[in-house]
């Protein structure tokens, strides 16, 4: 029978929960509460007696101090309650660590059919609460109905003795696995098929599939195990494989391309292969540090010469869009697999977080699913507690308002990680499995969550994706896993690795079986969270916190033994063979009998039709402004504005300090509280050498070309790295690239050909700089599709596109960190000096953005004026004549001398005729255009001669100096004093947008 | 001499084990991670270690109460080999969810060699959240505590979602008559910070940061002195540097504040 159990603080507490609902009614619908208080609920759905029941609520469930508890319903007074819980099969959290807790405690171990359920219960006061209002506060505020269910009772309508009543998620699907086949007898078939099962096979791919499974040969090979027409389980298998997102169809597609209506075409076929392989191929035969690079789940630098790194980064964009924690915690842990099965293994270091939304006081028509207020609430606590609990420092991250966003979010998640050089002697990036080798699952155990999560990735977002993807990442079980699987590798028990994310065990066991050439699996070995699932299921769940490991068969013994010893679930579910097969068996009985290599040989490549227009072609031209005289308020509005101003409350709810390595953090300056341009940790703890790593995202000057963004955006990268002492020799990139849908379809998606054209812009963006920059990308994936159909005023629904979308991250190592600057100004008296040169390149600036322009001519990137440059200021840090450096990006000079003032807590006096400049005469631009390549760099007067030699061939100016005083002075070309304003008042726009929040 | 040993736990979603036993090793001690598996099965005895340390991370996911869920697996399992070693006259620290751990278990605050009640506790933050944030700490000179022997004021990261130190008024005013408050959160200038947020990060009554038992042998924090191993994880570590060099300094590389109380563990034993 099962038995409910409710606690609650102690009615002297303070409740910072229910605090922090009634606040958000409040502020998010103006809705007065006088007071919430928060429940929680604990039912245990397991035989125990009572005795047994009185332990675990006063050991486990109930702080003497602090809480009160009762398994009947606790008498808390409201005028509304509202009843929280999980939906059926919706992982729990606390519901497993509470089933740990209890076993131990009471020394049993509970039956398949029992568990435990968490639920809370909110106890609302309100003058004039009603039912509505509170269901309202229900589902806007406390639960999402794709993962939750909730319940509403007024105080008449609560029985005190019974309260909210018993509810067991428990899932009972009373169904046999069953293997089907499907039938194959024409295009047409396959096809309806595909919709049917939302298999999102492409069209161009069904011939290619229907011809493999007619063919002679192959059906004579199939007919010896039992098979004739295809099984479902191999289809989807198929499906998953070709997916957009396993497979990158739209970079390895083929693009015609015109630079204008009419003009001659240009075939580019395959991105991938020209953008980002080849220059990637070229700069490794260059670069030394270079370890790894276009084949395994992360890329691989050298960090020192026992020690080398492993980044990637990738987007949990439609799961997120849906279940904002869920999506965002999913993401940041799954991408944290895959260092971890990157080579033999890697420890995980470090990641960051850009999110990507649409305007958090968007009161519009448009009703997404979740408003991005709540979205990003919903993903900020996402990555937090996959971060924190991860014990992985979050030391880097960004955040973009954009109306784009309204239809998908984005939300980045980038990992790095940490590997020796050899494990036993051998080179631990390289890995591979064996025919003989045991096919081992660790982690998590496999239900229906997540199917079919790659192919909806893969899809514009429409009211019929089915919600059944979304799922909540368990960072505890991961965790356990991790240190487990680091255990294993240095006892040299670990042959391959590979993490079970997209796709699931097919993508995993389908990638790590070509390198033994075929696999042998028994799926009814799989450990499953309930019974009843199909076969193919199992086969592509994304259940999370699994890795597929190849293990020799001499080492299983040790390796299942330390598996139990960290508590984390291992099985042998087959064996790695060379038959040239994927062979899968349900109890004996074949299941799926397909080529190893199928996947990966003949299918069609996915063609675009591209065509660029110009700018000038679309009618941007230049606003006619004239120059403002108000500057003061004009600064203070632009500080203010949502994409520059502070967001430390998200910054320090992230724990970006554990492990010990933070050298330059992502908060710098005498407060503590502006923007590091990028962050620096030592992740070998008894080593002089330093990561540095930063980030970039500046889609804005997509709206006039997207070549023009993506280089502006590696540029920024570069920049800030270069500015807390990165080493230019020294920079490995990962791109991730989020796009709108750009197949043309003259109804859904008439401007197909321009996004496409915009895409082959951006990947020839992304070569140049590389290849000028001399930065391989040791990393990247890309989303498509960021795109979502979102009912207005009348249900009618409105197509809404993000803006074409790179984040470039950049990383390096520092020989010796002691030696890093922060951007922060450090003492009055310094000099103030601008690197690089300011032009009229105003297009798509935030400037002109908060005028209500876009304009025409954005910033041009020039790396080989710039690089001689960067290597200038490197060479200054190394040799202390720098006491800050700053990179001048989005907002321009004024802003970011703002930042430097603001950072270092003191005024500063600066004169604009002395700014390096090209054919500008107006002091709003030289304040708001955001060139690339510029420096904000504080100096010591002794070492004015000394720095300024370093400069004396490129362009470098002495613009001012810091002051003693606390006011922020500009004086104008024509001498004008334009701003004197105490860096308090800067300090105060900048933090008050979301001063409020905690 | 003989060497100090300090065991480190690890397992279970605890996380700052590696910089906690490097800590420790710069303190002078040799240090050993130890799955707490290992610890309950026997395969590490705890007679082999002085200093026992029950680091910082989310065992068991803190999902029902930071430290709960690993305090009653370790009472349950090895209860009375950790009394025993608390009777041998060694060391225990408790950071952040080791402190919570403590708490949990009893050992803190140990009145009158009671240690099995539950009688403090560390609840969450009043500002909602989790908090990453460097705070101000003053040291009592008077407590009996070990780790905090010689120390001055000091600056150390504060990492957590629940560290509101809560208790009865009684408790409390015992514990601070009996010294047992080691450490408070306190202003910049060395003012008690009176609750006042975000000095105070979480609402501590009686700002308390950190407590030990009344022999001074168990002592827990919700600050990491771990995390401040190496002069450059200060936050103003760049301005400092600055600021020196114009004086004419070097920049400092001794010994930081975090690492000094891991020595005064060390010391107590040599």
């Not at chain 2, 290992?38 to 007679?47: A, K, N």
């Not at chain 2, 771990?226 to 590389?253: I, L, V, Y």
Request: hydrophobic share 35%; proline share 5%.
């Amino acid at each position: 029978m099962p038995h409910q159990l409710e606690i609650t603080l102690k009615s002297d507490l303070l409740d910072a929960e229910g605090e922090g609902v009634r606040q958000k009614a409040q502020d998010y619908f103006g809705i007065v509460l006088s007071q919430v208080r928060t429940i929680h609920l604990i039912t245990i759905d397991a035989d125990l007696s009572g005795e047994q029941l009185e332990k675990v609520r006063t050991e486990i469930f109930t702080n003497p101090v602090t809480q009160v508890s009762s398994y009947n319903p606790l008498p808390i007074e409201f005028d509304q309650t509202i009843w929280v819980g999980y939906r059926p099969g919706v992982r729990d959290n606390p519901g497993s660590t509470a089933v740990e807790a209890v076993e131990d405690v009471l020394g049993i171990k509970f039956g398949a059919d029992e568990a435990v359920y968490t639920s809370k219960r909110y106890c609302l006061k309100g003058s004039s609460l009603t039912a509505e209002v509170a269901d309202m506060i229900a589902s806007e505020l406390l639960a999402n109905d794709i993962i939750q269910q909730w319940k509403i009772f007024s105080e008449e309508s609560y029985e005190p003795s019974t309260g909210v009543g018993l509810i067991i998620p428990k899932v009972i699907l009373n169904h046999d696995p069953t293997v089907s086949s499907i039938p194959i007898d024409s295009d047409a078939t396959l096809q309806k098929v595909s919709n049917a099962r939302n298999l999102a096979l492409n069209p161009n791919d069904i011939p290619f599939i229907r011809a493999y499974f007619l063919n002679k040969k192959v059906q004579t090979g199939r007919a010896r195990v039992g098979l004739s027409d295809p099984t479902d389980i191999e289809l989807e298998y198929i499906s998953q494989a070709r997916s957009d997102h396993c497979n990158h169809n739209t970079f390895q597609g083929l693009f015609r391309y015109q630079e204008y209506a009419g003009a001659p075409v240009e075939v580019v076929d395959n991105l991938f292969k020209t953008c980002i392989e080849a220059p990637t191929l070229e700069l490794k035969g260059k670069k030394p540090w270079v370890i790894s690079v276009l084949w395994d789940n992360a890329g691989v630098g050298r960090f020192d010469e026992d020690h080398y790194y492993v980044i990637t980064g990738e987007t949990h964009n439609s799961p997120s869009n849906m279940e904002a924690y869920g999506g965002a915690i999913t993401g940041i842990v799954g991408v944290y697999r895959d260092p971890l099965g990157t080579g033999k293994g890697s420890k995980l270091i470090m990641g960051s977080y850009g999110f990507c939304v649409g305007h958090g006081d968007y009161d519009g028509d448009l009703r997404p699913r979740l408003h991005p207020r709540r979205l990003l609430d919903g993903v900020i606590e996402g990555v937090r507690d996959g971060g924190n609990k991860s014990g992985i420092p979050t030391t880097f991250g960004q955040v973009l308002f954009h109306h784009g966003y309204m239809g998908k979010c984005l939300v980045f998640v980038t990992a790095v990680g940490l590997m020796p050089a050899t494990v036993r002697g051998e080179p631990a990036e390289q890995k591979t499995a064996s025919p003989g080798d045991l096919l081992i699952m660790c982690g998590g155990r496999v239900g229906k969550d997540g199917i079919h999560g790659v192919t909806a990735s893969s899809e514009v977002f429409s009211e019929h994706t089915p919600a059944g993807h979304v799922q909540i990442g368990d960072p505890y079980t991961q965790k356990k896993m991790h240190d487990f699987l680091l255990e294993a590798r240095d006892e040299g028990l670990i042959h391959f690795i590979t993490d079970n994310g997209g796709g699931g065990l097919s993508s995993s066991i389908g990638e790590s079986a070509r390198f033994s050439n075929g696999c042998e699996v028994q799926l009814e070995k799989v450990p499953l969270k309930y019974q009843g699932l199909d076969q193919w299921e199992i086969w592509i769940s994304e259940s999370q916190e699994r890795m597929t490991v190849a293990v020799k068969p001499e080492h299983a013994e040790r390796f299942l033994e330390l598996s139990e010893k960290h508590a984390v679930e291992s099985t042998v579910i087959g064996t790695y063979t060379d038959s040239g097969k994927l062979h899968i068996t349900y109890n004996g009985k074949t299941c799926a009998y397909m080529n190893i290599d199928l996947t990966e040989s003949g299918f069609p490549q996915w063609e675009f039709d591209a065509q660029w227009q110009p700018p000038e072609e679309r009618g941007l031209s230049e606003p006619v402004l004239g120059e403002p005289a108000d500057y003061e308020n004009l600064l203070l509005d632009m500080l203010s504005r949502p994409n520059i101003c502070s967001k430390e409350w998200i910054t320090r709810q992230y724990d970006h300090e554990v492990q010990g390595a933070s050298v330059i953090k992502p908060l710098v300056g005498a407060n503590r509280d502006i923007y590091s341009d990028a962050v620096v940790i030592r992740p070998v703890l008894d080593s002089q050498k330093g990561l540095a790593f930063s980030q970039a995202l500046v889609p804005a000057y997509s709206a006039i070309d997207a070549y023009l963004m993506t280089s502006c955006t590696i540029d920024e990268a570069v920049r800030r790295l270069i500015a807390v002492g990165g080493d230019p020799e020294h920079i490995g990139g990962v791109d991730n690239f989020c796009w709108p849908n750009i197949q043309y379809h003259p109804r859904d998606n008439p401007d197909g050909k321009f996004k496409a054209a915009q895409l082959v812009r951006s990947c020839r963006a992304l070569r140049d700089m590389c290849l000028a920059y001399g930065i391989p990308l040791l990393s990247g994936k890309d989303s498509m599709y960021v795109d979502g159909h979102l009912p207005g005023r009348y249900r009618e629904t409105h197509k809404v596109s993000a803006p074409e979308t790179l984040q470039f991250s950049a990383i390096g190592v520092i020989d010796d960190m002691t030696k890093c600057v922060t951007m922060d100004c450090k003492m009055p008296g310094d000099l103030l000096y601008v690197i690089g040169m300011t032009r009229n390149e105003m297009g798509a600036s935030e400037y002109y953005e908060h005028l209500g322009h876009t304009g025409l001519t954005g910033p041009k990137v020039f790396p080989e004026q710039f690089m001689p440059v960067y290597k200038r200021l490197h060479r200054a840090i190394k040799e202390e004549f720098a006491a800050s450096a700053h990179c001048v990006c989005r907002g321009g000079l004024a802003v970011h001398l703002a930042m430097i003032a603001m950072g270092g807590d003191c005024g500063l006096t600066a004169d604009l005729s002395a700014v390096p400049s090209e054919l500008v005469k107006r002091n709003d631009t030289i304040l708001f255009s955001e060139s690339a390549g510029r420096f904000i760099v504080t100096v010591d007067p002794d070492n004015q001669e000394q720095f300024e030699k370093i400069f004396d061939d490129v362009s470098c100016a002495c613009i001012g100096k810091i002051n003693g005083e606390p006011d922020f002075k500009i004086k104008g070309i024509g001498g004008k004093t334009l701003l004197d304003v105490p860096v308090q008042s800067l300090r105060n726009a900048w933090k008050d947008p979301f001063g409020g929040m905690v | 001499m003989n060497d100090i040993h300090a065991l480190v736990l690890t397992g279970y979603g605890l996380n700052c084990d590696n910089e906690t036993a490097y800590s420790f090793e710069l303190a002078g001690a040799k240090a050993t991670r130890m799955h707490i598996n290992s610890l309950i099965d026997g395969t590490v005895r705890p007679d082999n270690f002085q200093i026992m340390v029950f680091g910082g991370g989310f065992s068991w996911g803190d999902d029902h109460g930071g430290g709960v869920v690993q305090a009653v697996r370790l009472k349950n399992n090895i209860g009375d080999r950790i009394l025993e070693f608390i009777e041998k006259g060694n060391l225990i620290i408790g950071i952040c969810n080791g402190f919570q751990t403590l708490v949990n278990l009893g050992l803190l605050p140990g009145f009158g060699n009671d240690y099995a009640t539950r009688s403090v506790a560390l609840t969450f933050n009043d500002c909602g959240n989790f908090r990453d944030d460097w705070v101000t700490l003053a040291v009592n000179p008077a407590s009996p505590c070990i780790f905090t022997k010689g120390l001055g004021q000091m600056e150390l990261p504060i990492r957590h979602g629940e560290g509101k130190f809560y208790s009865d008024e009684s408790v409390i005013s015992r514990l601070i008559d009996s010294h047992q408050v080691a450490l408070r959160y306190v202003l910049a200038n060395g003012e008690p910070a009176n609750g006042a947020f975000p000095f105070n990060p979480n609402g501590s009554l009686h700002d308390i940061a950190g407590m030990c038992d009344p022999t001074g042998r168990i002592f827990g924090l919700m600050p990491h002195p771990e995390a401040f191993n190496h002069e450059t994880n200060h936050p103003d570590w760049t301005r400092t540097r600055e600021r020196t060099k114009r004086q004419g300094g070097k920049p400092d590389s001794g010994i930081t504040p975090g690492i000094r109380m891991f020595q005064n563990a060390v010391d107590f034993f040599r």
